[in-house]
């Protein structure tokens, strides 16, 4: 049979690769920062979700070096056998104080938390109200789910309405949202939502992977924001982006809510529970967060100076209010040339393109970070001038 299904899969491939999709992986031989070595050259890195620096931070590694010393490399076990650790409930705790909800569970990625939240609580009789635009996780953990599902145009309160409109009928219903959209940078209009839910007699669920740690005036997300802590229902999020780029996600949010997941979960429940040093590491992130918002300021000057210095160029950069920075090429195969060229430069970007956008939304999304210094940030924006120029992206 597999010869069979082995010619297919080539045919699969060549199709990928003769269209100019097909994804190579670059090897990085050092630890992630804002300057990295890519096949012995040094690069500065503008594609991470390393927004705070904290990838490579000396707090962060000697805190996961004193949690191995202290309790070992694994648990062996999922959280309700044998693997739930003091430091499991410390860092719990400690996600519910910094956004100010009720209680929090952890996963091992927030594609597991964002999988593993609508089908425990929602059923046949109830409605889901999703963006258009939300991430892959949040869309694959609908599918699991029996509730009805109803799409919205993106960040479209008109067509959020309409779809309120037509769950109408339905016992219970929960609009869900990015925080910050990956792709576009755009900040989901939180405010409008939660007053449209209240309208509608919905309930609101925000995903903060690429917003918490990045926007609000201390980096608590969009319900810092919009002022708004504490109303939403449930919070999804990682802390593979801003909160030291390892691993592990979380759902934080109503105590009740929070309690059922932990009953019937999935990927919660089947899945080994996240080791003692990414455990630490994230604890020890929390408390710099509540001493210094230092990190976030600095990430907010990068991404002001960054995006005026590139629309002033003549680039086409989709609006944003995080540290991403969408700069819109349409082509897909140009995204790539243009991408390969920057490292040609000395700076490591990655073109997306369909299936990742949708198709002619080809680009280059460019994310800040707070390690950036401006002497980089001039090199970057220097190096997109340059190779922009050659291949008539702009004038």
């Excluded at 044998?82 to 100010?100: N, R, V």
């Excluded at 995204?335 to 280059?364: C, H, N």
Aim: charged residues 20%.
């Amino acid at each position: 049979m597999y010869n069979e299904f082995q010619k297919y899969l080539a045919s699969e491939l060549q199709s990928i690769e003769e269209a100019g999709l097909y994804k190579t992986e670059r090897l990085i031989e050092s630890p992630q920062g804002a300057d990295i070595v890519v096949n012995g050259k040094h690069l500065l890195n503008f594609c991470a979700n390393n927004y705070l620096g904290l990838a490579n931070n000396p707090e962060l590694i000697a805190a996961a070096k004193d949690a191995m010393d202290d309790r070992g490399y694994g648990m062996s076990s999922v959280r309700f056998i044998c693997g739930t650790q003091d430091l499991h409930k410390e860092l719990e705790a400690s996600i519910a104080k910094f956004f100010g909800t009720e209680d929090t569970i952890l996963y091992a990625a927030c594609f597991d938390a964002n999988g593993g939240v609508f089908e425990p609580l929602l059923g046949e009789q109830d409605a889901i109200i999703s963006d258009a635009l939300n991430h892959a996780s949040i869309i694959d953990g609908v599918r699991l789910c029996k509730a009805q599902r109803f799409r919205y145009a993106n960040a479209d309160m008109a067509d959020l309405e309409t779809q309120l409109q037509a769950a109408s009928k339905c016992r219970f219903k929960l609009i869900v949202t990015d925080g910050v959209f990956s792709m576009d940078g755009n900040v989901c209009p939180l405010d409008k939502i939660y007053e449209l839910a209240n309208k509608y007699n919905a309930m609101v669920m925000v995903d903060e992977s690429h917003s918490a740690g990045v926007v609000g005036q201390t980096g608590r997300g969009v319900t810092e924001q919009f002022n708004l802590r504490s109303q939403i229902e449930i919070i999804t999020g990682t802390l593979g982006k801003a909160f030291g780029g390892a691993v592990g996600g979380f759902t934080t949010g109503k105590k009740e809510i929070i309690d059922l997941l932990r009953q019937r979960s999935r990927p919660y429940l089947f899945s080994n529970s996240l080791p003692p040093m990414v455990v630490s590491a994230g604890i020890k992130m929390f408390e710099m967060m509540d001493r210094t918002n230092e990190l976030q300021d600095r990430l907010h000057a990068n991404t002001d100076y960054f995006r005026t210095k590139m629309l002033a160029a003549g680039f086409d950069i989709k609006p944003t209010q995080s540290a991403i920075c969408a700069v819109m090429l349409y082509d897909a195969k140009l995204s790539q040339i243009m991408a390969s060229r920057l490292q040609e430069e000395g700076i490591y970007v990655t073109g997306f393109y369909y299936p990742v956008v949708p198709k002619d939304q080809a680009r280059i999304r460019v994310q800040i970070s707070a390690a950036h210094s401006q002497t980089q940030l001039d090199q970057c924006i220097d190096a997109f001038v340059k190779v922009g120029k050659e291949l008539s992206v702009i004038k």
